[in-house]
């Protein structure tokens, strides 16, 4: 069995994970220069994992942990296919995801997810675009910042796609139980394309590119204006992270369905996670959970140090996505429970070539 990550055969699916890949060092390098400027100069580390010894492909991601101007980031790219196994109803499938969580209350936290799948019978697959600001304290100068430059990196699309776009993505990040959303702007394109491959590809790196320099420079205006800034405060962030693991273990679709697909990135997806959670806030949350996820969401805080503020280190992360996999193997219908856009990818099953998990 090869040790490494093998490429997947498709050509468009390694021009795609060349231009992630550039993405993600933009990305990286623009988070370390802030670290350079404004933090203790710690730099993200490269670590990588494999999708079945590397047959499968795997990735590699860049992340911080808890330093510098980090409370946690994650930048995420994985390239997976199943080249030998026609069985499998997918091709491969390519992405970037980043998540970065600032130490620094007075600036968002960010997610974006970029990918291309490819169906092996070339019906569905197509682009997933998404784009979320999440700030625990809101300044409307980053908000407008924001969709100004996304908006412009979508404005080869139609208004109405790009009315569509917003609107998907406050229904996606919408957390029922707390009456709020997840962020203050939010993008989300599924199983997206038009008549020319060509001009998708590159829409979805102009707006992969739009989301990194609009949140680095957001990041940077936040440093300069932090005494002015004051109102942003460390326990309205721990608040608000707490919602971020609420919303990310309870009603993620795209996390769920990576955890039940395989085991071999446990870390990697949850990644997302930020460093610390406060555990009496979540256990108040418990009783606003529709059943079962209250099950689920009690299953999670188990997993959590018994004190109040507990920090989320990688055998923790191990241990919650344990107990999600769990959760909906047992559950199967509480995936209807979870947030998703018109379009529902049918994501474990594209993986699997037996019976999945239904998700819709």
């Given at each position: 069995?090869?040790?490494?990550?093998?490429?997947?055969?498709?050509?468009?699916?390694?021009?795609?994970?060349k231009?992630?890949?550039t993405?993600?060092e933009?990305?990286?390098?623009g988070?370390?220069?802030?670290?350079?400027?404004?933090?203790?100069?710690?730099?993200?580390?490269?670590?990588?994992?494999?999708?079945?010894?590397?047959?499968?492909?795997?990735?590699?991601?860049?992340?911080?942990?808890?330093?510098?101007?980090?409370?946690?980031?994650?930048?995420?790219?994985?390239?997976?296919?199943?080249?030998?196994?026609?069985?499998k109803?997918?091709?491969?499938?390519?992405?970037?995801?980043?998540?970065?969580?600032p130490?620094?209350?007075?600036?968002?936290?960010?997610?974006?997810?970029?990918?291309?799948?490819?169906?092996?019978?070339?019906?569905?697959?197509?682009?997933?675009?998404?784009?979320?600001?999440?700030?625990?304290?809101?300044?409307?100068?980053?908000?407008?910042?924001?969709?100004?430059?996304?908006?412009?990196?979508?404005?080869?699309?139609?208004?109405?796609?790009?009315?569509?776009?917003?609107?998907?993505?406050?229904?996606?990040?919408?957390?029922?139980?707390?009456?709020?959303?997840?962020?203050?702007?939010?993008?989300?394109?599924?199983?997206?394309?038009?008549?020319?491959?060509?001009?998708?590809?590159?829409t979805?790196?102009?707006?992969?590119?739009?989301?990194?320099?609009?949140?680095?420079?957001?990041?940077?205006?936040?440093?300069?204006?932090?005494?002015?800034?004051?109102?942003a405060?460390?326990?309205?962030?721990?608040?608000?992270?707490?919602?971020?693991?609420?919303?990310?273990?309870?009603?993620?679709?795209?996390?769920?369905?990576?955890?039940?697909?395989?085991?071999?990135?446990?870390?990697?997806?949850?990644?997302?996670?930020?460093?610390?959670v406060?555990?009496?806030?979540?256990?108040?949350?418990?009783?606003?959970?529709?059943?079962?996820?209250?099950?689920?969401?009690?299953?999670?805080?188990?997993c959590?140090?018994?004190?109040?503020?507990c920090?989320?280190?990688q055998?923790?992360?191990?241990?919650?996505?344990?107990?999600?996999?769990?959760?909906?193997?047992?559950?199967?219908?509480?995936?209807?429970?979870?947030?998703?856009?018109?379009?529902?990818?049918?994501?474990?099953?594209?993986?699997?070539?037996?019976?999945?998990?239904?998700?819709?």
């Amino acid at each position: 069995m090869p040790q490494a990550l093998q490429l997947p055969n498709s050509i468009t699916a390694q021009t795609v994970l060349k231009k992630l890949t550039t993405l993600q060092e933009l990305f990286r390098d623009g988070l370390n220069t802030l670290s350079a400027n404004w933090g203790d100069k710690t730099r993200l580390t490269r670590s990588e994992w494999l999708r079945d010894q590397g047959q499968h492909g795997g990735g590699w991601r860049w992340g911080g942990f808890n330093s510098g101007i980090l409370n946690r980031g994650s930048l995420n790219i994985s390239s997976v296919h199943y080249d030998n196994l026609p069985e499998k109803k997918l091709a491969s499938a390519t992405a970037l995801s980043c998540i970065v969580h600032p130490l620094y209350p007075g600036a968002p936290s960010l997610h974006t997810h970029i990918s291309w799948t490819e169906m092996r019978d070339g019906q569905g697959g197509g682009w997933r675009l998404m784009a979320d600001l999440n700030p625990s304290t809101p300044f409307q100068e980053d908000v407008e910042l924001f969709n100004d430059k996304i908006d412009g990196s979508l404005s080869v699309l139609s208004s109405e796609w790009l009315t569509y776009a917003k609107a998907q993505g406050d229904r996606y990040f919408w957390i029922p139980s707390l009456n709020r959303h997840r962020g203050a702007s939010h993008y989300y394109l599924e199983q997206w394309s038009s008549n020319s491959p060509h001009q998708d590809l590159d829409t979805a790196i102009g707006f992969g590119q739009a989301v990194i320099h609009a949140y680095l420079t957001i990041v940077e205006r936040s440093f300069e204006l932090k005494s002015q800034r004051k109102v942003a405060t460390l326990n309205a962030q721990l608040e608000y992270h707490s919602a971020y693991f609420l919303q990310v273990l309870t009603l993620d679709r795209g996390t769920s369905s990576g955890l039940l697909v395989h085991g071999q990135n446990d870390e990697g997806i949850l990644g997302s996670l930020p460093q610390k959670v406060d555990r009496s806030l979540l256990e108040s949350w418990v009783g606003q959970q529709l059943k079962p996820q209250d099950l689920l969401l009690t299953k999670l805080i188990a997993c959590l140090p018994s004190q109040r503020l507990c920090e989320l280190d990688q055998s923790t992360r191990r241990a919650l996505a344990q107990v999600i996999r769990e959760h909906y193997k047992a559950h199967p219908k509480a995936l209807a429970l979870q947030a998703r856009g018109d379009v529902l990818p049918p994501t474990v099953a594209n993986h699997s070539s037996e019976r999945s998990i239904k998700l819709s």
